[in-house]
């Protein structure tokens, strides 16, 4: 902060740094409250049923609050060159370094 504030850039620097994280939060938020609509209740999406119980479908209004809001959330994270929407699964090489985390007790815990 002193090294930028010395060079005459401190003003134009925080403008820059504080408009980035108020949108970049705002978005965020924005996401998360639209998201949060679609969590009311005690239905659990996808929720298995109990024995001789027919399954609830998810309510449509709810289904799409959720995926909106978290579709605005990962727009943020990423970028439009980034990730793949047509993946389906992951590829062998991924799973075989997913499952290092668990080989011991201890592997996750960086």
């Known amino acids: 902060q002193a ?6 850039n401190y003003e134009k620097v925080k403008t ?3 408009q980035f ?4 939060l705002d978005k965020i938020a924005a996401g998360a409250k639209e998201a949060a609509k679609g969590a009311t209740g005690s239905d659990a ?5 109990t024995t001789g119980q027919d399954p609830a479908p998810g309510e449509a209004a709810s289904v799409n609050s959720l995926v909106k809001g978290i579709k605005t959330i990962v ?3 990423l970028k439009d060159n980034e990730g793949n929407a047509t993946a ?9 370094d997913i ?6 007790k201890d592997s996750g815990t960086e």
């Open 75 to 77: 727009g943020i994270v």
């Open 45 to 49: 999406i996808g929720g298995a049923p």
């Open 88 to 96: 389906t699964k992951t590829a062998e090489d991924d799973k075989k």
């Open 3 to 8: 090294e930028v504030a010395a060079n005459g």
């Open 16 to 18: 820059v740094v504080d």
């Open 21 to 24: 994280i108020t949108e970049t």
């Open 99 to 104: 499952g290092k985390l668990f080989e011991k």
